[in-house]
Structure formats: structure tokens, C-alpha cells
């Protein structure tokens, strides 16, 4: 099975250019507790790496970006690590955007570590077929 288009999203791509297609964190949390159930996965943090912290006297804002790898096991002892990334940039607050920066590359790496469980956990967003085809369809409200 593949992702539904129930759990896609799109944003701007960078500079403006063609979107991107992808589904956020919470979602695909969410589906692999349904899949393996809540208490059928685990993930913990291998590592995590503040690669810079840039700070600019001109406008007094700092510029973040970290690294996090991060293994997901099922109950089964199956497992899968991958590497996610988080980065801010013109944040007033260097601990503002540490905190953010690593949450963001948490999450990455979780979404990245589940994908190599298969189509359902988000690996068929890689085919650019598939994820331009699922983004034309309708997804009706949540009641």
C-alpha cells in the first residue's frame, strides 16, 4: 500500500521554486501507531550535532542548522536509522532556534527511519510519479 492523499502535503520549494511534496510528522507518527500500534515501535536519538551557529552583528540574529540521527525499532527488534535535518535562519534567540532546529531534525529523521518500512510510511513519496499524481486528488473534510 501507498500513502492515501489524506496524509500529503505540499509547500513552496526553495527560492520559489516547484513544490514539494511531502507529509508532515505528526501524520506519519500517527500511522505508524497504527500500523504497528502505539506500543508496537520505539525511537530514540543516535545522535545529535549543532553543525553551525552563525550570528550576524549586522542584524543581530542568529542562523542554526543541526543534525539528528535517529534509529526506530519495532517490537520485533527490526530496526532502521536514518539522519534528519533542521535549520533557522534570523532567529532573535540562538536558544529559540536551537530548540526548534532540533526538533525539526528529530522529526526528519523519524519520518526518514520510518519510510524504510515501506510505501505506507511514507518511502512512495520518492516516486515522483506517484507524488505528482496523489497531490491532484480530493481529499474530503474532516467531520
Not at 502505539?38 to 553543525?51: A, P, R
Not at 552583528?57 to 530496526?79: H, K, N, P
Not at 524504510?116 to 513519496?125: H, M, Q, R, S, V
Request: hydrophobic share 35%; net charge positive.
Amino acid at each position: 500500500m501507498k500513502l492515501g492523499p489524506e496524509f500529503i502535503s505540499q509547500r513552496p520549494g526553495p527560492g520559489g521554486g516547484p513544490k514539494l511534496t511531502y507529509a508532515e510528522g505528526w501524520k506519519i507518527i500517527n500511522l505508524a501507531n497504527e500500523v504497528f500500534g502505539f506500543n508496537g515501535w520505539s525511537s530514540n536519538v543516535v545522535s545529535l550535532t549543532t553543525d553551525f551557529i552563525d550570528f550576524s552583528e549586522e542584524s543581530r540574529r542568529y542562523t542554526v542548522g543541526v543534525t539528528a540521527i535517529v534509529r526506530v525499532t519495532l517490537r520485533d527488534g527490526a530496526f532502521h536509522e536514518d539522519i534528519g535535518y533542521g535549520m533557522l535562519e534570523n532567529s532573535k534567540s540562538k536558544g529559540a532556534a536551537l530548540d526548534k532546529c532540533k526538533k525539526e531534525a528529530v522529526t526528519d529523521a523519524i519520518k526518514r527511519a520510518l519510510r524504510n518500512f515501506g510505501n505506507l510510511l511514507g518511502n512512495c513519496l520518492y516516486d515522483k510519479s506517484y507524488a505528482q499524481e496523489v497531490v491532484k486528488i480530493k481529499v474530503p473534510p474532516v467531520r
